[in-house]
């Protein structure tokens, strides 16, 4: 029998994923770590910048009016949802990435982008590279406070992590609520991911590129 996959990322991704899941035939438990919020930023002027950088279609989402006033600046963007999200805004993508913020950001740097901006989550994390001359939190994944009962129904599961801040709410879960690792497996879409995780589980499986229907695809072969 086929295990269930539990869907651990917040909306509106969870619903995207877990409608591969379903398409794909196999059963899908919601278990969100995180909601997301928006946070007020400080004002960005076009004119200061060649580029902007993205990494999440949450920033699209959450960065408010404010974003209209950024449209004159080409887009790099991570991953087809977040190009998506942009153009749906009336951003122009140039270039879109598949194997995360840095790889994005040497490829930018090569084509001569030394003054970009970069607008992410409060977690966003990469210190120094020369691309990017400012970082701008537009939203942030607040922790939520998840169900006693749906925490149990994760033994026996596949888990989808998204990233490495997931992968670690989720150890700490599982150790409060006393659930052995050894009962899940861990289908991680980085191997930063993967390593925040931690030891122990039934079985791993990293995506080999980090998008979430590589990263289902990744789930299924575990689940079966």
């Known amino acids: 029998m086929s295990r269930p996959l539990a869907v651990l990322r917040p909306e509106p ?9 379903l398409a794909a035939g196999h059963h899908a438990l919601r278990l969100p ?15 200061d910048h060649d580029a902007l950088v993205l990494t999440s279609a949450n920033a699209v989402r959450h960065a408010g009016p404010q974003l209209a006033g950024l449209r004159a600046l080409p887009v790099w963007a991570v991953g087809d949802a977040t190009a998506a999200a942009a153009t749906a805004a009336g951003l122009t993508v ?4 598949t194997t995360g913020a840095a790889a994005l950001l040497d490829r930018a740097w090569a084509s001569g982008i030394r003054r970009a901006l970069w607008l992410g989550g409060e977690s966003l994390r ?7 001359t400012r970082i701008l939190a537009v939203y942030a994944s607040a922790p939520t ?18 990233s490495p801040r ?14 052995p690792p050894s009962e899940l497996r861990l289908a ?26 590589v990263l289902v695809a990744a789930a299924i072969r575990l689940a079966d």
Do not use: K
């Open 145 to 162: 406070a998840p169900d006693a009962q749906a925490v149990r129904h994760l033994s026996g599961s596949v888990v989808l992590v998204h």
């Open 166 to 179: 997931a992968a670690r709410a989720l150890r700490l879960l599982l150790d409060a609520y006393g659930i």
């Open 94 to 97: 140039v270039a879109t990435g």
């Open 126 to 132: 990469l210190d120094g590279h020369p691309a990017v």
């Open 33 to 47: 770590l995180f909601h997301v919020e928006q946070r007020a930023w400080p004002p960005a002027a076009a004119a």
């Open 13 to 21: 991704g969870a619903t995207a994923t877990v409608e591969r899941i």
């Open 188 to 213: 991680a879409i980085s191997s930063a991911a993967a390593e925040a995780a931690g030891p122990g589980w039934g079985a791993i499986e990293v995506a080999a590129v980090p998008t979430d229907p």
